[in-house]
């Protein structure tokens, strides 16, 4: 694996999954594999999952982990080419980049959408700087429009949560939220699930339908009962609108999952890739009953990076 | 020791401190119990020796250290149980916590009191969500009530400067301030010099008495002089009313701790917990004095720390 | 070596340049040099490439590292000596100071110029106190007046770009900013440089002569164009007026570095300690172009501290 910013940066997922669930197994079977080499974390927005869990992993594979906190620690970023820079920025992103070319072997970073331009947000305009400026692997901690950490760690649990002989079904349905926020988690666990075996089915209201380049030939259901409807996995997440970009346009129907709406399901595992705004984009009673898996998938997070950093390390020298 | 947030989880006062003198003796004699393990240590607030001490004895015992700030790092935090999370906080304690549980071997945590609400104050709003929700063996780094890694590191340090047979005569004095300061450190010295073979006098203005559940017997004068007179131990604090909780009552006799106050002990020998406000809680002239072992106290954070961390190691499989 | 924070305090020049070039060659050769020791890295300001060099540079010699970013994690600092801390300040650097002398066998500091006195500046008001009370060797991540470890890293790299026999021509030209930045890299550049066999030339507009403390005999020319005629190495950096202190007098040339100005040169190699405001103080152009040996100075980082850690550990028991 030469990087991993999206599913299509994975040669085989079911042989991935496979190998991170044997790191579950034996998490320090490779301590010495990453021995004198050095990993940057690199935080432009907050984490705490991401944040520990990479460095868990990290540890694990015997990596130096340099953790940085860009806004707080260091300088003020340009993303802009060409700028003059006689304002507020102190420092251009490409030479940041070029800097920790020089300090790592491993580059991660998160940055999120800023949710202001949508053609800035699907151009991925700053993690696509990373991708051009780096000279060593660049792995996603979560960018505008992809969190491929997550949706590993998304298939790791389904895969330990699935012991039948048929396809599962899988729905990911819209949620409740109270401010507009970034379609990475549903753009990207649309685009692993279309690699799974399994029947995938995404809900949401109107006006909120994902971007057609990562839901491609997803059935896209209205209604939520409807989507519900013997589901064996129900995935929660809210995202803003696509079309009218960062808008939420107004829902009369309570989409809030709750453990009425889970009797109509298969007994489904509930999943949820944290935070969660508890009463709002699922109950309590959900959020804390049999149901979900929704720590379990946290867990699985550090399994998902130590997998991916494992399998870059086998490309450095 | 399956968890340490107050003197109640220590089994035998006498054989930690003996323990914490051996490992300050050879502070590398454990470097193998940690590996493999982690100890993640949550700061919802500042701290210079607790952050600093605490990493160099979880590094000396092998452990993996996972800091998180978690104000700034991670999500802002809702801690009322049941809660309609549709304002500003983004991520329950008690999900942080579980997601903790599956990072951590242990959990330490730093949770100061809010001084608005005595009775969430009292009742360890926030401490006691982690006693509560942690699976894994929780370390408290200071609470609203109690600072226990710091008075282990205090009985350490009065042991290793009292060599007579008598009991020495321990004085907890109240010292000024300019804000309403927490009555965790005065509390857990209290706690904690009850099980000490100690004299031990409490001496406060009057308004300022401690919580009677933490100074039990104590003796409590209000004159300053007659508590200091032939003191062998003068520890300064300040803290603001239990009573009128928060409340910071007129004081008119002068209470920072002076080397002319020094005169009428026992060449007393003074201790404080740091930071220190200077020429406020104590003067210059006994802060930077032959008397002050306030900064042994300080290096000794790192030996009790270490103590307790390897006490809980011993009952991690 | 004792400490390091001018190069009054390198025995050997060419010897620690040489040594650092070792270091680059096989960075892991002394993994064990650090074992059991600890280096504190207390950032009082900003900083990306000194903060993560250093960490490399620690974690190949096998040191613990503590990491403070003091003014976010920890509490703050009162400066003044004899202070009646009744203000904002919540320890004293001394104290703090103290606390690290127990904790760690290094310390390492940053701490910019306050722009604001000339006086405290000069006399290192913050740097000073971590000399006077520091226990241990202290190391300067910059400070006021000085950014030696940049420097060493500016002389490493200047070694490895010249192989002729004759002198290099090494100019340092100011270049222009937005608002007024410290003197600390032009004023250490000419330190150095006066210890290096080169031939040194300083080039800045009238009213930014630097302080003739650090200039010494070295030439100052206030016309760029002559000033970097057959020059081999030119060292770009803005700073403000040091007779006015911090002020900014007009300067009516362009004193931006462009490629036009490099024909006049020697093909000269670029040099600047980053971060660097681009199309300000340099074009684009020169930033990217063939000529910029900015990104192998900031990887020389690495080595120059790691030389100087090394070199201090020697002295350490």
Same mark, same amino acid.
């Given at each position: 694996m030469k990087k991993f910013t999206s599913v299509s940066d994975v040669e085989n997922l079911q042989e991935i999954i496979k190998k991170a669930l044997q790191i579950k197994e034996n998490?320090?079977?490779?301590?010495?594999?990453?021995?004198g080499k050095t990993i940057g974390l690199v935080f432009l927005n907050s984490s705490l999952r991401t944040r520990l869990s990479s460095q868990i992993a990290a540890q694990n594979l015997g990596l130096n982990v340099l953790t940085l906190n860009a806004a707080q620690e260091a300088w003020n970023l340009e993303f802009a /080419?060409?700028?003059?820079?006689?304002?507020?920025?102190?420092?251009h992103i490409k030479d940041a980049i070029e800097v920790l070319n020089q300090y790592c072997d491993i580059i991660a970073v998160r940055c999120f959408a800023g949710m202001k331009s949508k053609e800035d947000d699907v151009n991925e305009s700053i993690l696509s700087q990373f991708e051009q400026h780096a000279k060593v692997p660049v792995v996603s901690l979560e960018s505008a429009t992809r969190h491929p950490l997550q949706s590993l760690a998304d298939c790791i649990t389904i895969t330990e949560n699935w012991k039948k002989e048929h396809k599962p079904k899988v729905v990911l349905t819209w949620a409740p939220h109270i401010k507009p926020i970034a379609q990475a988690v549903g753009n990207s666990f649309a685009e692993w699930m279309q690699e799974m075996d399994v029947e995938f089915v995404i809900t949401n209201p109107e006006?909120? /339908?994902?971007d057609p380049a990562f839901t491609k030939d997803t059935k896209v259901i209205h209604n939520q009962d409807e989507a519900l409807k013997d589901a064996d996995f129900i995935y929660v997440k809210n995202w803003s609108s696509f079309d009218d970009y960062a808008a939420m346009p107004e829902v009369k129907e309570n989409w809030m999952l709750t453990n009425e709406k889970l009797?109509?399901?298969?007994q489904a595992k509930v999943m949820h890739c944290l935070p969660v705004r508890r009463n709002v984009e699922l109950s309590d009673e959900v959020m804390d009953?049999?149901?979900?898996i929704i720590y379990q998938q946290a867990k699985n997070r550090i399994f998902s990076a130590q997998a991916v950093f494992s399998e870059i390390l086998n490309n450095i020298k």
């Open positions: 998490p320090l079977s490779e301590t010495e594999k990453g021995k /080419d060409g700028a003059v820079m006689n304002g507020d920025t102190v420092e006006g909120y /339908d994902l009797e109509n399901t298969n009953g049999e149901n979900s």
